[in-house]
């Protein structure tokens, strides 16, 4: 998809400039302030972030704003140590992160599961996390204008106990909350 290497161009500026990392951070705040409080996220879930990135702003506020453990997983590797470099630059304690297609995760461990909007194969890992676990599914899925740049996800087919709908400058839609 040329939305992931546009957004991995972006994320790789936040590794070398503090600024634009601060900045972005700000911009994903009012986001994942919206999803914490609807998925009821608190310091005792452990969470898995899908597809984190290069620089990882919505795993980074998820453990700023909840302080629980956040484990983030990318099947790209350069992204890996580029979040790795953010992670020991700012001594960000409660993350974690490892390079791993979310196709082949163990998701047992989590209590919530967060699926960033640039995932692809989503329907193969929302298939896998829904018969491996009871854990709370949080899915990013983009504005209808921009839906085509994504790799195709039919959450029709999933029984969503609530949502939250994005207004900002983001692709992000609406995140929903699918729990087990």
């Given at each position: 998809m040329n939305i992931t290497k546009t957004t991995q161009s972006i994320e790789e500026l936040s590794v070398m400039n503090k600024l634009f990392l601060k900045s972005l951070l700000a911009f994903y705040k009012p986001l994942v302030k919206k999803e914490i409080v609807a998925a009821n996220i608190n310091y005792s879930d452990t969470i898995l972030f899908v597809g984190g990135g290069s620089a990882p702003y919505s795993a980074i506020l998820l453990n700023e704003l909840t302080g629980a453990n956040v484990k983030i997983i990318d099947k790209d590797y350069k992204s890996v140590l580029n979040a790795q470099k953010i992670i020991d630059r700012y001594n960000l304690k409660d993350l974690t992160v490892e390079c791993c297609n979310g196709k082949d995760a163990d998701y047992t461990k989590y209590s919530?599961?967060?699926?960033?909007?640039?995932?692809d194969s989503k329907q193969k890992i929302v298939?896998?996390?829904?018969?491996?676990?009871?854990a709370k599914i949080l899915i990013r899925v983009p504005k209808e204008e921009v839906v085509k740049i994504y790799d195709e996800f039919d959450y029709k087919k999933y029984k969503i106990n609530n949502f939250v709908e994005h207004y900002n400058l983001s692709n992000v839609g609406k995140t929903l909350i699918y729990e087990g």
């Open positions: 919530i599961v967060h699926l960033a909007l640039q995932v298939d896998k996390i829904i018969s491996s676990t009871n």
